[in-house]
């Protein structure tokens, strides 16, 4: 009988081991000059140093440097006094040096943790991640397998690299086992990334964008008899390229080795490759032998030694904990979870906040990023906070809270401002939006409508408000949509002795 | 330290991808073993207080700024590979790995 997800983790006790592999954003290659930009033409950002071109010597980037520092302090980790680069050597063209420069038995950071919060049966519950070490790197080049009908590499006739990625530098993120999750290790794996990722984007270290491979996360899966208090063997799941394939590639393999061990199988340590379609795993490489990748210090560059007055600088630097921050935002917004989650999604939480500290009132400054803006950033296919800036949606909403524009004018000013005619002053201008708050000009307008249908006003000076209605759309129609429509009532009324 | 057996030498050899006859396996495996004679001698002066080294210079924090300076075109990078395609380096077939 084969077991599903749930018949799976009713028999057996998953533990996970996480590592993340987060691409920094800085301007320059780890250990060379050369620029990092995503997506340049191959082989236009190299240079001697990360071609490892004979006689060419690495230098440090102090800002790679700074950054990791940063990650390991906002996870809760000692800085190292003292580490290392170290030299792991392999023959694979990915690198063009066959070694890359990595870190070892002395990385920067070690004992950190992360507590991670999801949902479960019974209520919100936290799990606490220990992170074993947080470490520099180098990411590899890119490889385009060519030939064989896959596109992948068996059966591929030969192979062609890209170095512009070689050389970027790399920190990779480890955790320690993570027991007790029970069935919820997806869910904790996902929650975890998720975490780690809004971390790395609060500090600004990162592009965080795991479709383009700056974030990537490799997960470490095995599985014992619930109460055995043994561990299994494990495997390990790569190509794991957005939040959700973090969740289904270890329920889908979770479910593999709980139905492997219930046929008397072994599980075999492996590296697997999780497949985006299926939401199944396939085995990679198989390991003939264990890896010797000769580690030893790297002898072209100098320790690390960051001394306590640098770290204590960078730790005034950390920015509040994103989890922290958003609790906090939510209760002072006041708004429900629901709202508080469309926010997140939508990524709006930080120009929402920006905008209401730039004076925006809060209820509108939320109202008008998730509605109108997120509307048309939806109709153009791109982000909501690439369409206008903070700083013209509180000039708007200040004008919509002084009776300057009214919602319907507002948008319009929007509109205008995101077709690139201005700023909003400029839109207001050019295409006359203002709201006619002249008392004489209401007047006239009011004073016509009246002549137009005499027997609503004498209505209404009789008593009937209701009537109103009429003779203020045909004021609002008459100046084009650019009253106010309370102030309208207001004059109306007063002028027919009901004010 | 064990002595280096032939088969040590076999797998550095492998893992340097490094080609060698029966021959030079068994001589490596004695001039290895005396090259590391020579350099044990250093064991004899480190003492527990003396800190292993990595580097002659008794540097650290050598850092650069994070500025972007040119790198080499397309050509100047393929110049000196053995075979090129669609602005890449080619690589034969790579087997059995991923």
Not at chain 1, 212 to 232: E, F, T, Y
Not at chain 1, 382 to 409: M, N, Q, R, Y
Not at chain 1, 473 to 486: E, F, L, S, Y
Request: some cysteine; charged content about 25%.
């Amino acid at each position: 009988m084969t077991l599903d997800y749930k018949g799976a983790t009713e028999k057996y006790e998953p533990t996970l081991g996480l590592e993340v592999h987060v691409e920094l954003n800085t301007n320059s290659k780890m250990f060379c000059s050369c620029a990092t930009e995503f997506g340049a033409s191959p082989n236009t950002q190299t240079c001697p140093v990360c071609l490892g071109l004979p006689g060419a010597l690495p230098v440090v980037n102090g800002k790679a440097i700074e950054s990791t520092i940063l990650i390991g302090l906002a996870l809760n980790c000692s800085i190292a006094p003292y580490s290392r680069f170290a030299r792991k050597n392999y023959f694979y063209p990915d690198m063009p040096k066959n070694f890359q420069t990595s870190q070892y038995d002395e990385p920067i950071c070690v004992d950190g943790y992360l507590d991670v919060e999801i949902e479960t049966e019974d209520g919100p519950k936290t799990f606490r991640v220990d992170i074993e070490r947080v470490h520099m790197e180098e990411d590899t080049g890119k490889s385009l397998h060519v030939g064989g009908a896959t596109g992948r590499i068996h059966g591929a006739e030969y192979s062609l690299l890209d170095y512009n990625r070689a050389g970027i530098p790399l920190v990779e993120i480890v955790t320690r086992i993570i027991p007790g999750t029970g069935k919820y290790a997806p869910q904790v794996a996902r929650a975890y990334v998720t975490q780690l990722r809004d971390i790395l984007r609060s500090l600004g270290v990162s592009d965080v964008k795991m479709e383009q491979g700056s974030l990537r996360c490799d997960a470490n899966v095995s599985l014992a008899p619930i109460g055995s208090g043994l561990l299994g063997t494990r495997s390990e799941t790569k190509n794991v390229n957005s939040l959700r394939s973090v969740e289904r590639a270890l329920t889908g393999e979770i479910e593999r080795q709980a139905n492997r061990l219930e046929a008397g199988e072994r599980i075999i340590q492996e590296t697997r490759h999780f497949l985006e379609e299926s939401g199944l795993t396939r085995p990679g490489r198989s390991k003939e032998q264990a890896e010797d990748y000769r580690y030893f210090p790297e002898p072209d560059l100098v320790p690390v030694t960051p001394d306590a007055k640098w770290i204590e600088e960078l730790r005034a630097k950390l920015p509040e904990n994103p989890a922290d921050r958003r609790k906090r935002l939510q209760k002072e917004w006041n708004v429900p979870d629901s709202e508080m989650t469309s926010l997140i999604n939508a990524e709006l939480v930080d120009v929402v906040e920006e905008t209401i500290k730039l004076g925006a009132e809060p209820t509108r400054a939320r109202t008008w990023w998730l509605g109108e803006i997120s509307r048309l950033a939806n109709e153009k296919e791109v982000a909501p906070t690439s369409l206008i800036t903070t700083t013209f949606v509180a000039e708007i909403i200040a004008l919509i809270s002084s009776g300057d524009l009214t919602d319907k004018l507002a948008r319009q000013v929007v509109e205008g401002v995101v077709n690139g005619e201005g700023s909003p002053a400029e839109v207001i201008e050019k295409r006359g939006l203002k709201v006619v708050s002249d008392d004489s000009a209401l007047m006239v307008a009011i004073e016509a409508a009246i002549a137009a249908q005499p027997d609503t006003a004498e209505r209404i000076r009789g008593g009937n408000i209701p009537a109103a209605g009429a003779l203020i759309g045909a004021v609002m129609k008459a100046t084009g949509g650019q009253a106010d429509a309370a102030k309208v009532r207001e004059l109306l009324l007063r002028h027919l002795g009901q004010g | 330290m064990a002595a280096i057996s032939r088969d040590d030498v076999a797998h550095l050899a492998k893992l340097a991808r490094v080609e060698m006859t029966p021959d030079e396996l068994d001589h490596m495996a004695v001039e290895l073993e005396q090259i590391l004679g020579a350099v044990k001698r250093v064991q004899e002066v480190a003492t527990a207080d003396i800190s292993p080294t990595s580097h002659p210079l008794s540097m650290s924090n050598v850092f650069r700024d994070d500025v972007v300076k040119p790198s080499l075109t397309n050509e100047e990078a393929l110049s000196g590979a053995p075979a090129k395609a669609e602005d890449r380096f080619k690589v034969p077939q790579i087997l059995g790995e991923e």
